[in-house]
C-alpha cells in the first residue's frame, strides 16, 4: 500500500475535511457540506464515516469499528481492515482501549470518556429530509429555525399511534438549536448523545455533510409535555451475560416460534462474562 | 446453546478468493487482456471513461476486466482510483470545432460546409446475429478503408455556429478566462447549480438514467422540441498552458462525441424568438449518452428560460442528485449490509403497536 498516503487520503484532503469539521464542531448540529471524495468503499457501506477517521487518524491512535455493535459483522471487519492497512494503527475490540470508534447504528453500552472521539457513519444527514425532499428548502429552515413541520409530525404519530412511531435515527436537538439527525441508531441510545465527555462526529460521504456533537453538548430528543421521550425496553435480558441495561438483538433459533435475544454490543456483552482482571 | 455468528473474517476473505475464480471462469477458456477489451469492446472502455470521469483506456479496459463486465463496477474502480490522482493543472477548453472528424451528422440540414458524414455506426446496420463472428476470426473481409478517404478536407464548422451567424439561435457567450468553473470532484454539489456544475453532473451521470430522463422529454414530461443540430465524433487536441512557458502546448489527443439540440423558444415580450440550446459531451463514441445529456441539460434550463418546472427532467435537484450510478448503485446496495439493530428497534415498536391496538397474537 506504500502508493497510498497514511489513511488513504492525501493530505490536502484531509485538512479540507478537518476545517469541515471544525466548522462542524463550531456549529453544534449544523451539517456542513464538505467534498467528499469518492473512496475504494461503496457509498453507503460507511464513506463518510471513513473520510472523517482517516482525516482524524494518526499513528497513535488505536481504533475501533462496530456495525449494530458488533466488531465481527463484516462490514466492521472490512473497514477495520481498511485502516490497519492504509495506515498500519493498532486496532482494537474494546470500547475502552480505543481512542477512535467508528460505528453504524449503535452507541456504544460502555460510556465512552473524554478525549475519545465515535464517528458516526451517516445515510441521510437532513432530519426534515421526509418531510421536504428540496435541499434549497430544508436548508433555508435551518436557517430560519423554521422547525414547525416536525412537531405537526411527531404530533400526527401521537393522533394517529398513540405515541411517536420512530424506532431509530430519532430526531434531536443539538445545543438548543439545530435538529439533527443522531444517524440510525436506535432511539434507545439518543440518551447516550446527551452531554457525552465524547466528540461525537457524524460523516454523509454520499450526500457530502459532516456535522458534530462537541463533548458536553446538550442533546434533546424531540417530544412533548405530556408525551416524554422514552426508550424501548425488553421483558428479559440477555441470554448471554444477563444484562438488563442494553440494547437486545433478537435471534430466531429454530423454525418454531424459538427466539433469544443477545447484547448487540459484542464487547460489553464479552466484558461482562469475562472475570475481572 | 447459540453463539452470535463469528467469522467475518474468514468469510471475507473466502469470498474474495471466490470471486477471483469466478472472475477467471474456466481455466481452459483463454483469459481476456486488457488490449482485447480496449480494441474489441471499445464502447464499453469509452462509458467507463466517461462515467469514471478519467481518460485512459488501459486503466478503463483493466477496471472491466477486474469487475468481470459490470460496468457500473468498473466506473466505481475508476473513480475511487481517480480519487488519489494528483492535480497538475487545469486545460484549455477543447475545441471541437478543430475536431478531427470521424462522423458527424446534422439532423436539421440536408447538407452542410463539411458534408454529412456517416462514420462507424451502427444505425443502419439491420439487427441479424452475425453468426459469422462466432467462427474464428475471418480475414481480409473488413477492408482497409480509412476515414481520410471520406472525410471532407474542407473546415467543417459547428451546426449551431452557422446559426449563431443568422441570429435565430441564442448567443452563448464564453466565460470570462481564467473564471473559476465548479469541479464536482472537489466540492459538494450546491442548489442551485450553475450549468457548469449541471453538465459535469450529466457528463458523469448514469447513461440508462439521463436516457430514461431525456426520453420523458420527448413524452410529453417537459417537453423542449428537439432537434439534433449536429453530433461529432473525433478526437480533439488538449492544450495545457504551463505556468513558466506562458502559451498553450498539446499535451494529448482525445475522442469524444459531441451533441448540439437546438430547441424551440417562443419570446416573450423583450426578446424574439429564438432557438435554444441544449449541451452532451462525453468520452469516446458515446452518442446514445451524448444525445440524453443534451435533453437533460435543455430540460434542466426551464427555470433559467422561464417555463414553468413541472416535470421530473426539468428539477434540478431530482436529476443532479440521483444520475451519479457510483452513488446510487452504493445507496441501493447498502441495503444488504446488516439493519438488525434499526429493524429490531421496529419490531419492539410494531409489536407494541400492535398490542396497543388489541391485535391478537398469531
Known amino acids: 500500500m506504500s502508493a497510498y498516503n497514511f489513511g488513504y487520503l492525501d493530505e490536502h484532503t484531509k ?3 478537518r476545517r469541515a469539521i471544525l466548522k462542524a464542531v463550531a456549529i453544534p448540529g449544523y451539517q456542513v457540506p464538505f467534498g467528499s471524495r469518492e473512496m475504494p468503499l461503496s457509498y453507503g457501506w460507511g464513506t463518510g464515516g471513513v473520510q472523517v477517521t482517516a482525516s482524524i487518524i494518526g499513528p497513535d491512535d488505536v481504533l475501533k469499528v462496530i456495525d449494530q455493535g458488533a466488531d465481527d459483522t463484516t462490514n466492521a471487519v472490512s473497514i477495520r481492515r481498511f485502516f490497519a492497512r492504509t495506515t498500519g494503527v493498532r486496532t482494537t475490540t474494546r470500547t475502552r482501549e480505543a481512542t477512535i470508534i467508528q460505528t453504524r447504528h449503535r452507541i456504544p453500552e460502555t460510556p465512552l470518556r473524554a478525549g475519545q472521539i465515535a464517528v458516526f457513519q451517516v445515510p441521510i444527514p437532513e432530519p426534515l429530509r421526509w418531510l421536504e425532499p428540496r435541499e434549497a428548502e430544508t436548508r ?6 423554521e422547525y414547525g413541520i416536525m412537531h405537526v409530525r411527531l404530533y400526527e404519530d401521537i393522533a394517529l399511534h398513540g405515541r411517536v412511531a420512530t424506532a431509530y435515527d430519532y430526531p434531536v436537538r443539538a445545543n438548543g438549536r439545530y435538529i439533527m439527525r443522531p444517524s440510525p441508531i436506535p432511539k434507545f441510545d439518543n440518551p447516550k448523545l446527551d452531554r457525552n465527555p465524547a466528540l461525537l462526529l457524524f460523516g454523509a460521504g454520499r450526500e457530502k455533510r459532516i456535522y458534530a456533537v462537541p463533548p458536553w453538548t446538550k442533546v434533546e430528543s424531540l417530544d412533548f409535555e ?21 440494547f437486545l438483538d433478537e435471534v430466531i433459533v429454530d ?10 454490543d459484542t464487547d460489553y456483552c464479552r466484558e461482562r462474562r469475562e472475570p475481572a482482571p | 446453546m447459540y453463539v452470535a455468528v463469528k467469522g467475518g473474517e474468514a468469510a471475507i476473505d473466502s469470498a474474495h478468493r471466490l470471486l477471483a475464480r469466478a472472475r477467471r471462469g474456466r481455466p481452459e477458456v483463454p483469459e481476456l487482456s486488457t488490449g482485447q477489451i480496449d480494441q474489441q469492446l471499445a464502447l464499453a472502455v469509452d462509458r467507463v471513461m466517461t462515467e469514471g470521469s478519467l481518460y485512459d483506456r488501459e486503466l478503463a479496459a483493466l477496471a472491466i476486466k477486474q469487475a468481470r463486465g459490470d460496468l457500473p463496477e468498473a466506473v466505481f474502480l475508476i473513480r475511487a482510483y481517480r480519487t488519489t490522482l494528483p492535480r497538475f493543472g487545469v486545460t484549455e477548453p477543447i475545441d471541437t470545432a478543430a475536431m478531427t472528424i470521424a462522423r458527424r451528422i446534422s439532423a436539421t440540414f440536408k447538407d452542410l460546409p463539411g458534408g454529412q458524414i456517416l462514420g462507424p455506426t451502427f444505425d443502419y446496420t439491420h439487427r441479424l446475429l452475425d453468426f459469422d463472428l462466432a467462427k474464428p476470426e475471418r480475414s481480409g473481409d473488413l477492408g482497409t478503408e480509412t476515414m481520410d478517404e471520406f472525410a471532407d478536407p474542407a473546415p467543417m464548422p459547428r451546426v449551431v455556429d452557422l446559426l449563431d451567424q443568422e441570429g435565430v439561435i441564442e448567443t452563448e457567450e464564453p466565460g470570462d478566462e481564467g473564471e473559476r468553473v465548479a469541479d464536482l470532484t472537489r466540492e459538494p454539489l450546491q442548489f442551485p447549480a450553475d450549468r457548469a456544475a449541471r453538465l459535469q453532473n450529466l457528463a458523469r451521470g448514469d447513461e440508462g438514467f439521463l436516457l430514461a430522463l431525456g426520453y420523458s422529454t420527448q413524452r410529453g414530461y417537459g417537453r423542449n422540441h428537439p432537434f439534433a443540430a449536429e453530433i461529432r465524433l473525433g478526437d480533439v487536441e488538449v492544450e495545457l498552458e504551463p505556468e513558466e512557458l506562458g502559451f498553450p ?5 482525445i475522442g469524444v462525441t459531441e451533441c448540439h439540440m437546438v430547441n424551440q423558444f ?5 426578446a424574439p424568438a429564438q432557438f435554444t440550446r441544449g449541451y452532451g459531451l462525453a468520452f469516446g463514441e458515446a452518442e446514445r449518452k451524448a444525445m440524453a445529456m443534451a435533453l437533460c441539460d435543455r430540460a434542466l434550463r426551464s427555470a433559467e428560460l422561464g417555463e414553468e418546472v413541472q416535470a421530473p427532467a426539468q428539477d434540478e435537484e431530482f436529476v443532479l442528485y440521483h444520475s451519479d450510478s457510483v452513488e446510487a448503485s452504493g445507496f441501493v446496495q447498502h441495503l444488504k449490509l446488516p439493519h438488525y439493530v434499526d429493524f429490531q428497534s421496529e419490531l419492539v415498536l410494531v409489536r407494541t403497536l400492535r398490542a396497543a391496538a388489541g391485535a391478537a397474537p398469531p
Open chain 1, 140 to 145: 433555508a429552515m435551518h436557517a430560519l429555525e
Open chain 2, 249 to 253: 502546448v498539446a499535451i494529448a489527443s
Open chain 1, 226 to 246: 405530556d408525551h416524554p421521550f422514552a426508550v424501548e425496553r425488553w421483558d428479559q435480558p440477555c441470554a448471554l451475560c444477563g444484562s438488563r441495561e442494553s
Open chain 2, 266 to 270: 417562443k419570446g416573450s415580450a423583450s
Open chain 1, 15 to 17: 485538512r479540507m475535511v
Open chain 1, 255 to 264: 423454525d418454531k416460534g424459538g427466539r433469544m435475544f443477545i447484547c448487540s
